[in-house]
Structures are given as C-alpha cells and as structure tokens.
C-alpha cells in the first residue's frame, strides 16, 4: 500500500541545535509531499509542499525539507531549533488523481531550552 | 489564518445522543474532508467530499455519516453516540483541480468529543 511513514515518535532537541524530523515515503510515481505541524489543542498548520523542481523547499517559520528520491525520504529541517517549535509533526502525501491526503503517524517534537 | 470553523471545540454528551459537529469554510474550496485523530495522535480519514451532493467513505470505518447540501458546509452527524465515539475530529478543505494536484488542506481548529 502507498503510504508515507514517520519512523520517531518523539525527537529531542536542544534550543539552538539543528533539528531533523523524519518522513519516508512509498509511493509510486511522482508523489506529492508536504509536511504539517499542529499545536495543542488546535488544527493543523500547512508548513510547505514538494510537488517538482528544487529538491529543497524552504516553508513557514525557518523550516524547509529535503526531497531525496534514492532514499524516498522527505525529512523537515531547521538550522536552529526554538521552545515554540515544540509540537506535533504529521508528513503527508497526494497525488494527481483526486486521491485525498494521506498522513503519516506524526512525530512529536520537543525543543528544551 | 485559514477560514475554516468547526463548532463546538468541545462537547460532552452522554450516550445515545444524536450529535452533529458543523464544519464550515468560506474559501469557496470543492473539496472537504473529516479525519479522526486518535489519542496517540494518528490521523484517520473518515469522510470526504469533492463538492455538493458528493460524499465518499474514507479510510477507516466510521458510524458517523456526512452530508454536502452547500459548498461551504460539511456537517457530521453521529445518529447515536457512544463511548468508542470519543476523539478529536478534525474537518479540512482544499481547491480541487481535476488531472492536477489539489492545493494543501486548510485545517479547522478541531472538535473534541467526549462521549460518557
């Protein structure tokens, strides 16, 4: 079955390190990729999308994400990690045909100071 | 912030209830969808819509059944509702471009159901 997957549950980050939250995908074709962020207690956030071109694509809030088909992974990155960036992070995947927007398990950040 | 509302963020309902959770958007988006998110954070698709006098069964099984009279609104009712009910619900819109890709969803701020 196509599917995007999250393979941490929990990433631990110091404020001011870099942060990595990762995201593979199996998915025939030219997928479409995107990465959303949800705060507590609320809806989630479009942080930015992979359709063509540049492999990296650069979102909201600093972040930006790195399409690398041989390894079919699609990792969301910053340089510097802040407190407010703590919160849930859910790597999605589309496609042309109409298909709806299928997530992965979501991968929980936590940026101590 | 995207215009999408869902009301109420939060409800308390004992069982056997008939519950409705609104779901409305004035972006003028074709397509709407209802994802149910577990506890442990997964999110599962349940209902969708390409537009009016459209609805589609989702991902996983869900007893709550989902009506498109107006573009604008996608409402989910549940006819009687029961603990196993209990979850966030999340309701979400996107343009829908037949042959092409779709634009990203737009998320409502969630529902929280709780069902005693």
């Known amino acids: 079955a196509q599917s995007v997957a999250q393979p941490e549950d929990q990433v631990n980050v110091a404020e001011g390190n870099p942060l990595t939250v990762k995201c593979t995908y199996s998915?025939?074709?030219?997928?479409?990729l995107f990465w959303y962020v949800q705060y507590p207690n609320r809806g989630l956030q479009f942080l930015l999308k992979?359709?063509?071109?540049?492999?990296l694509v650069k979102g909201s809030y600093g972040f930006e994400a790195e399409f690398n088909k041989s390894q079919t992974s699609f990792h969301l990155k910053k340089p510097s990690a802040l407190v407010s960036d703590s919160a849930l992070y859910f790597c999605?995947?589309?496609?042309?045909?109409?298909?709806?927007?299928?997530f992965g398990g979501g991968t929980r950040l936590m940026v101590k100071p | 912030e995207a215009d999408i509302y869902q009301t109420p963020r939060y409800l308390v309902i004992g069982t056997g209830k008939k519950i409705t959770l609104e779901c409305s958007q004035t972006?003028?988006?074709?397509?709407m969808y209802w994802y149910q998110q577990d506890p442990g954070m997964e999110l599962h698709l349940i209902h969708y819509?390409?537009?009016?006098?459209?609805?589609e069964k989702g991902d996983l099984s869900s007893e709550s059944t989902v009506s498109r009279i107006r573009t604008e609104h996608f409402p989910l009712t549940l006819e009687s509702a029961r603990p196993s009910h209990t979850s966030q619900y999340l309701c979400?819109?996107?343009?829908?471009?037949?042959?092409?890709?779709?634009?990203?969803?737009?998320f409502g701020q969630g529902t929280r159901l709780t069902v005693v």
């Open positions: 999605a995947w589309g496609d042309n045909a109409g298909n709806m927007l299928t």
């Open positions: 998915v025939s074709g030219n997928p479409y």
């Open positions: 992979y359709i063509t071109g540049d492999n």
């Open positions: 972006m003028g988006h074709d397509k």
């Open positions: 819509s390409y537009g009016v006098n459209s609805t």
């Open positions: 979400a819109s996107s343009e829908y471009f037949p042959g092409g890709m779709d634009t990203e969803a737009f």
